[in-house]
Nanobody
Framework: QVQLVESGGGLVQAGGSLRLSCAAS????????MGWFRQAPGKEREFVAQ????????FYTDSVKGRFTISRDNAKNTVYLQMNSLKPEDTAVYYC???????????WGQGTQVTVSS
């Protein structure tokens, strides 16, 4: 069984930065990819960013391109989300997720709150 634990959320002013971390544990952890999603109040969960575990290829939703950077440390089974130039509309609960070796996102963290004040 894979467990994901996020950390690094908090309250920040608009224009500020935060770095989220997600540590994965499990006897065999070999995802195809890991990603970050977010859910704002009253809205559906949306994709934010993804990184492939072996090649490190990255993908971003348009609204965060140029501001957010996803990275990973395979040795630590950890994925990061560096968020710069934060905007109030980035306020949401951010979730870390991981896929199995093949297929979609099957494993989810508990979420961490990010609040950006104007």
């Amino acid at each position: 069984q894979v467990q994901l634990v996020e950390s690094g959320g908090g309250l920040v002013q608009a224009g500020g930065s935060l770095r989220l971390s997600c540590a994965a544990s499990g006897r065999t952890f070999s995802p195809n990819a890991m990603g970050w999603f977010r859910q704002a109040p009253g809205k559906e969960r949306e994709f934010v960013a993804q990184i492939t575990w072996s090649g490190g290829n990255t993908f971003y939703t348009d609204s965060v391109k140029g501001r957010f950077t996803i990275s990973r440390d395979n040795a630590k089974n950890t994925v990061y989300l560096q968020m710069n130039s934060l905007k109030p509309e980035d306020t949401a609960v951010y979730y870390c997720a991981a896929t199995r070796p093949a297929g979609g996102y099957d494993y989810w963290g508990q979420g961490t709150q990010v609040t950006v004040s104007s």
